[in-house]
Nanobody, 122 residues
Framework: QVQLVESGGGLVQAGGSLSLSCAAS????????MGWYRQAPGKQRELVAQ???????NYADSVKGRFTISRDNAKNTVYLQMNSLKPEDTAVYYC????????????????WGQGTQVTVSS
């Protein structure tokens, strides 16, 4: 019923920049928070950045000042601009959204993208 499709990512040298985008589609009535998580090999998935429907943002301490999250509500899309990338930013990045689907009853649920690889070489 709902899909999150990510784009962007890839390989970059340390100090470089990458941008990610994630578009939600399907039977969407409303989207609350959208965000990005990442998971490095052997580690737990962690929050990178989150943005509410009112554009309040929250960042992991490790990315503050380097990453910027934004969203286009008209396009149901969230973006992540990543600057000054470090090797420790290497991970699979997952898009997340808390969505109310278009059904007669009120139903909110968490949805995830398929993940996109970000690799930062030293």
């Amino acid at each position: 019923q709902v899909q999150l499709v990510e784009s962007g990512g890839g390989l970059v040298q340390a100090g470089g920049s990458l941008s990610l985008s994630c578009a939600a589609s399907g039977r969407i009535s409303s989207i609350n928070a959208m965000g990005w998580y990442r998971q490095a090999p052997g580690k737990q998935r962690e929050l990178v950045a989150q943005i509410t429907s009112g554009t309040i943002t929250n960042y992991a301490d490790s990315v503050k000042g380097r990453f910027t999250i934004s969203r286009d509500n008209a396009k149901n899309t969230v973006y992540l601009q990543m600057n000054s990338l470090k090797p420790e930013d290497t991970a699979v990045y997952y898009c997340h959204a808390f969505i109310r689907i278009a059904t007669p009853t009120i139903k909110w649920d968490n949805y995830w993208g398929q993940g996109t690889q970000v690799t930062v070489s030293s």
